[in-house]
């Protein structure tokens, strides 16, 4: 009988071998969760990938598209004019000048085997060395900047002689700069650099060609004057022949900064203060006039000056041309502070207006432990009995050591009240004022005194600081707020450069406003009185109040002198004008200062006082 063969089945076999105990697998239907997971990483996925499209296309699209052609053609960047500098009457007092500057690109350098005639060009015409040109290009992002900056403000000549050399990598285009010829406004503008590399990891939107503010205003409002830099795109062909020479974008100007400054005056001012400390023999001083009514800064100087178009000749100068005195100098206020401390005594009740202070010219506190040892604070001159408006006016020390720290039965304020009254006064704050490097004063206390020095504090301290002597220092332009607020009854407003909307209260302390009314009268006085300090003042026709000061510094071996006065139209007028002028080491003292104060005054009045009242006249007839 013949046998059957049955045929085998592989997959039957690999099915029957997969259902064996080993291999015996049961199939489940896979959970929600993972289809949910494949789901959220899809769109997670997909959303990148749309968000990557839409950067590309369109929020960066401009960039990658001007990268896109720098890769076949050659972009230089056109340098943005920066918004001027305008006075309070729209006069540039900043000033941009068209100059030439040399753009090189180093792929292109490489790529068109030029750097043998670069740098031997540079050498011959610009006077650069290899290495600094090698070391500019080592500091750049070439994929974001792909043209340097390595020569500006060039002349004529020398870009005619780089441009006739034919060299596709190495390009002459125009740019600006500022000009900072006029050394009246040198520490009031400040000036502008090239970005170093901490500027650029500090602030994205900068590239190395930018120019940013380094000092003043140029500093301060650096993002409004910088303006967006344009660019000029050099288009080749594939064998490297230009094709074409167009703007692919316009530079944008920066915004134009109007100031509060009077630029007549602010050159009036900086001129006499010029000619008084060359009269002098001195260097060193500072100037400020203000609006009491709103905080306008009408005039900043501050000596010695620089020219910022050569700055190479003043870093290592011992006078420090490139402080600014009137924001970051810290001095001691010798008598410009009595007028505050009169205004606190009187405040207090520690004196009337009327009580009287005998000056024999000094006073004597025994010594505890050798009483044959007095201690003697001199006044500058025997003056008698005074009372507050002949104290100011006169400016006698012994009245203002009794009323600060005390003598015999009269009480003073003490080293704590006077404190207290320093901060009252906004002593120990900044002024906010739109100027980068404003400093603090330095308020001295017996706790501080004693850690610095291991000492304690004595009845001398106090005599010291209640004339504006000893460790108590704060800057000009607090002091000068400080006066501003007495002249207007109480009420300081913040000082500013740029024009404000609306003025900012600074300082208020219209609570003292009796006490503040009697110090005017002394201040008043200082003018109108034949003995008063300030008198050289009386012959202009303002109502004028005026404070005097010497301070002695560099363990008495120098005197730094010192004015403060605001001015009004008439007694019913409130002050439009308060100034300050320092001469540092002067040699007679408050005497130095007084004749520019009234030089400055008097023009004021001349040119803006009478001159307006002049246009009023007329418009009226």
């Not at 900056?149 to 780089?162: C, F, L, V």
């Not at 050399?165 to 000009?179: D, F, H, I, P, T």
């Not at 030089?599 to 418009?619: R, T």
Request: proline share 4%.
């Amino acid at each position: 009988m013949k046998r059957r063969l049955k045929s085998i089945n592989f997959d039957e076999v690999i099915s029957d071998s997969l259902a064996s105990s080993e291999f015996n697998l049961v199939e489940q239907p896979l959970k929600r969760r993972v289809f949910l997971f494949f789901t959220v990483l899809s769109l997670i996925i997909t959303g990148i990938f749309c968000t990557r499209i839409i950067i590309m296309a369109g929020l960066k699209g401009d960039d990658y598209f001007e990268r896109a052609q720098a890769n076949i053609n050659q972009s230089i960047s056109l340098t943005a004019p920066r918004g001027a500098i305008l006075d309070r009457n729209d006069i540039a007092i900043s000033k941009n000048e068209l100059v030439f500057a040399v753009f090189l690109d180093p792929s292109r350098m490489i790529q068109m085997g030029e750097s043998d005639a670069v740098f031997g060009a540079t050498k011959s015409i610009l006077g650069m060395e290899e290495g600094k040109i090698a070391n500019l290009v080592r500091s750049t992002d070439l994929e974001s900047v792909p043209d340097i900056i390595i020569a500006e403000d060039i002349t004529r000549e020398q870009a005619i002689a780089i441009e006739s050399l034919g060299l596709k990598s190495l390009n002459v285009e125009q740019s600006y700069k500022r000009n900072y010829s006029d050394l009246a406004y040198a520490h009031l503008i400040g000036y502008v650099g090239l970005v170093s590399g901490s500027d650029l990891r500090s602030n994205e939107e900068l590239t190395l060609n930018d120019y940013i503010g380094r000092m003043g205003l140029e500093m301060q409002y650096d993002e409004l004057l910088r303006g967006t830099n344009g660019r000029v795109t050099i288009f080749r062909n594939s064998v490297g022949e230009i094709e074409e020479v167009a703007r692919t974008k316009e530079p944008v100007q920066g915004e134009n900064i109007k100031t509060t400054i009077d630029s007549e005056l602010q050159e009036y001012f900086y001129s006499r203060m010029a000619q008084a400390l060359l009269s002098l023999g001195r260097t060193s001083g500072a100037g400020l006039a203000v609006n009491p009514q709103n905080g306008d800064v009408l005039a900043l100087v501050s000596f010695p000056s620089f020219d910022a178009n050569n700055l190479s000749d003043y870093l290592d100068k011992d006078t420090r041309p490139l402080f600014n005195r009137a924001v970051s100098g810290v001095y001691s206020p010798g008598s410009t502070i009595k007028p505050l401390h009169a205004a606190a005594a009187l405040y207090e009740g520690i004196v009337t207006p009327k009580n009287q202070i005998y000056s024999a010219g000094y006073i004597e506190i025994p010594n505890p432990y050798n009483p044959s040892l007095a201690s003697r604070f001199v006044d500058w001159k025997a003056h008698g009995w005074v009372d507050v408006y002949s104290a100011l006016a006169r400016s006698s020390n012994v009245y203002f050591y009794v009323i600060g720290g005390g003598f015999q039965e009269q009480i003073g304020l003490g080293i704590e009240r006077l404190n207290k009254y320093w901060r009252k006064f906004g002593l120990d704050e900044t002024t906010s004022i739109d100027l980068p490097g404003e400093a603090v004063g330095f308020l001295p206390t017996p706790d501080e005194k004693e850690e610095r020095t291991g000492e304690i504090w004595r009845i001398g301290d106090t005599y010291n600081v209640s004339i504006g002597q000893g460790d108590f220092a704060i800057t000009p332009l607090r002091l000068i707020t400080a006066i501003s607020a007495i002249a207007n009854g109480g009420v300081a407003y913040v000082p500013h450069i740029k024009e404000a909307p609306e003025k900012q209260v600074l300082l208020d302390i219209s609570d003292m406003a009796s006490a503040l009314a009697e110090v005017r009268h002394g201040m008043m006085d200082a003018v109108e009185k034949e003995y008063g300090t300030a008198n050289l003042l009386k012959t202009i026709p303002m109502v004028i109040g005026a404070k005097t000061g010497s301070a002695q510094v560099a363990d008495n071996t120098k005197t730094n002198a010192i004015i403060t006065a605001y001015a009004s139209r008439d007694m019913n007028s409130l002050p439009e004008i308060a100034i300050l002028v320092l001469v540092e080491d002067a040699r007679e003292g408050s005497l130095n200062t007084v004749p520019v104060a009234k030089d400055v005054l008097q023009w004021y009045y001349d040119n803006k006082v009478n001159v307006q009242s002049d246009d009023g006249e007329n418009e009226e007839e």
